[in-house]
């Protein structure tokens, strides 16, 4: 069973930095792809950020390209993101999200609608 464990939200001005950390287990993370959904009230879900460990390849939103960075740990089986010059509007519920295969065409698309999501975290970024 696929379990994710989300962690690393908080408040912070805007400008300023998070470090988001998913803790994985249940599956066998180097053949996955896994990354991160975010939620803001009265919007839709959005991908933002996923790598696919089997190819090492990594995915963008364009609204964070250029300020967030994912990477993984292959040892502790974690993903994080690093959040830079946030922006108040990436405030969100950000949720974890894996899936063993999310393509090349529309990847965090694939990851929306398909992925298994853990718990989220709040990140809410003050102006």
């Known amino acids: 069973e696929v379990q994710l464990q989300a962690s690393g939200g908080g408040l912070v001005q805007a400008g300023g930095s998070l470090r988001l950390s998913c803790a994985t287990s249940?599956?066998?993370?180097?053949?996955?792809?896994i990354g991160w959904i975010r939620q803001a009230p009265g919007k839709e879900r959005e991908g933002i950020s996923c790598?696919?460990?089997?190819?090492?390849?990594?995915y963008y939103a364009d609204s964070v390209k250029g300020r967030f960075t994912i990477f993984s740990d292959n040892v502790k089986k974690t993903v994080h993101l690093q959040m830079n010059n946030l922006k108040p509007e990436d405030t969100a519920v950000y949720y974890c999200a894996a899936l063993s295969t999310v393509g090349t065409m529309d990847p965090l698309g694939i990851l929306v609608d398909f992925g298994t999501r853990g718990q989220g975290t709040q990140v809410t970024v003050s102006s």
């Open positions: 249940g599956f066998t993370f180097d053949d996955y792809a």
């Open positions: 790598i696919n460990n089997s190819d090492r390849n990594k």
